[in-house]
T-cell receptor, first 111, second 108 residues
Framework: DAGVIQSPRHEVTEMGQEVTLRCKPI?????LFWYRQTMMRGLELLIY????????DSGMPEDRFSAKMPNASFSTLKIQPSEPRDSAVYFC?????????FGSGTRLTVV | GIQVEQSPPDLILQEGANSTLRCNFS?????LQWFHQNPWGQLINLFY???GTKQNGRLSATTVATERYSLLYISSSQTTDSGVYFC??????????FGKGTTLSVSS
């Protein structure tokens, strides 16, 4: 298996622009997680899907953030409009009742 | 929510030394995992260990769930062991909560 695939690896965008991050989980995994990592706050959960249904979105910072999982093999995290404080590394992970496997992350820089 | 505390925050070792990293958590959990984030930022799952002891090469982990702590042992450390080690805990039906990590630097 190719593991969890995230794209893009790096994204630089201007404040106010829309940003879409993409994730392909491991085939057969039924849980998908989006985490954000910053120096100040560490690794924090944004949203968690189980069987394509959002279970916990309490970590989504505000209405500017939205996440979807239209099918078992694809998820997106969208930020609109983006702000400099959104700069971080965004990780996607998937799981099947056990250990998490993380993607390589997307490093987002909002200038 | 569950609090996760890792110690020490930083650790500097000479190659070949052994080390023990600790993770304390504030409430009962049935999911505990250890991760290594390498200098390139990649997060690697080391152990899924809600209880008991596991070993994988030079690394081993022990979780004493009743006392709410877990230990990660690294023996004969190598420079490639450098990075940040995270403990993450949770209960079924919820996502893992991560500690702040232990930053390990191994010099040759």
């Amino acid at each position: 298996d190719a593991g969890v695939i995230q794209s893009p690896r790096h994204e630089v965008t201007e404040m106010g622009q829309e940003v879409t991050l993409r994730c392909k989980p491991i085939s057969g995994h039924n849980s998908l997680f989006w985490y954000r990592q910053t120096m100040m706050r560490g690794l924090e959960l944004l949203i968690y899907f189980n069987n394509n249904v959002p279970i916990d979105d309490s970590g989504m910072p505000e209405d500017r953030f939205s996440a979807k999982m239209p099918n078992a093999s694809f998820s997106t995290l969208k930020i609109q409009p983006s702000e400099p404080r959104d700069s971080a590394v965004y990780f996607c992970a998937s799981s099947l009742s056990g250990g998490y496997t993380f993607g390589s992350g997307t490093r987002l820089t909002v200038v | 929510g569950i609090q996760v505390e890792q110690s020490p925050p930083d650790l500097i070792l000479q190659e070949g030394a052994n080390s023990t990293l600790r993770c304390n958590f504030s409430d009962s959990v049935n999911n505990l995992q250890w991760f290594h984030q390498n200098p390139w930022g990649q997060l690697i799952n080391l152990f899924y260990i809600p209880s008991g002891t596991k070993q994988n090469g030079r690394l081993s982990a022990t979780t004493v769930a009743t006392e709410r702590y877990s230990l990660l042992y690294i023996s004969s450390s190598q420079t490639t062991d450098s990075g940040v080690y995270f403990c993450a805990v949770g209960v079924w039906g919820t996502a893992l909560i991560f500690g702040k990590g232990t930053t390990l630097s191994v010099s040759s």
